[in-house]
């Protein structure tokens, strides 16, 4: 299995309140994503990472924002929760770009916004 | 950008039986991958599989990328095999997989 945790597994938070949901990887991967999941809409890209302090943004990116120091790391941020923001966040690793190689994820973040 | 669709996107089968999913996208790919999301909701990279044919144990996967779709099929179906089955395929030069929406199978005894 690839090495990634997320956390916390679960939070419930209020709206308004800022959230920062952690990915660390053991794999010395290159990339790192961060999709979210809802009913009705699949897996979707937020934000993802091409190395370090490298970031761009995905299909869903407004309200949200990431950083990543270290190869190991990537922090999904929600500085003022939304209860549309309310989902599974999932995170992916990857050695290369986009689908040119396999993406491994973590065992995701359920997230409850109040 | 790409659009990747799947079918069925519901299926129940009789534990033992066999099926046949299929994924279909807009655009020419470079590859392909399928994805198993368990009913305890882990996601699991089952075929990394740009063309031609992989095999896994009871699973195997074709993907005909000059025709725009790939088959994930599942011989001797078990109850573990639950779950929802995911196609993801990148845009032309993007960094993204787009995933389709999804089967779920249900594998009954």
């Known amino acids: 299995d690839a090495g990634i945790t997320q956390s916390p597994r679960h939070k419930v938070t209020e709206t308004g309140t800022p959230v920062t949901l952690r990915c660390h990887q053991t794999?010395?991967?290159?990339?790192m994503y961060w999709y979210r999941q809802d009913p009705g809409h699949g897996l979707r890209l937020i934000h993802y990472s091409y190395g370090v302090k490298d970031t761009d943004k995905g299909e869903v990116s407004d309200g949200y924002s990431v950083s990543r120091s270290k190869t190991e790391d990537f922090l999904l941020t929600l500085e003022s929760a939304t209860s549309s923001q309310t989902s599974v966040y999932f995170c992916?690793?990857?050695?290369?770009?986009?689908?040119?190689?396999?993406?491994?994820f973590g065992d995701g973040t359920r997230l409850s916004i109040l | 950008g790409i659009q990747v669709e799947q079918s069925p996107p519901d299926l129940i089968l009789q534990e033992g039986a066999n099926s046949t999913l299929r994924c279909n996208f807009s655009?020419?790919?470079?590859?392909l991958q399928w994805f198993h999301q368990n009913p305890w909701g882990q996601l699991i990279n089952l075929f990394y599989?740009?063309?031609g044919t992989k095999q896994n144990g009871r699973l195997s996967a074709t993907t005909v990328a000059t025709e725009r779709y790939s088959l994930l099929y599942i011989s001797s179906s078990q109850t573990t095999d639950s779950g929802v089955y995911f196609c993801a395929a990148p845009g032309a030069g993007s960094y993204q997989l787009t995933f389709g929406k999804g089967t779920k199978l249900s594998v009954i005894p």
């Open positions: 794999e010395n991967h290159r990339y």
């Open positions: 655009d020419s790919v470079n590859n």
């Open positions: 599989i740009p063309s």
């Open positions: 992916a690793i990857s050695e290369g770009t986009g689908g040119s190689q396999p993406q491994h």
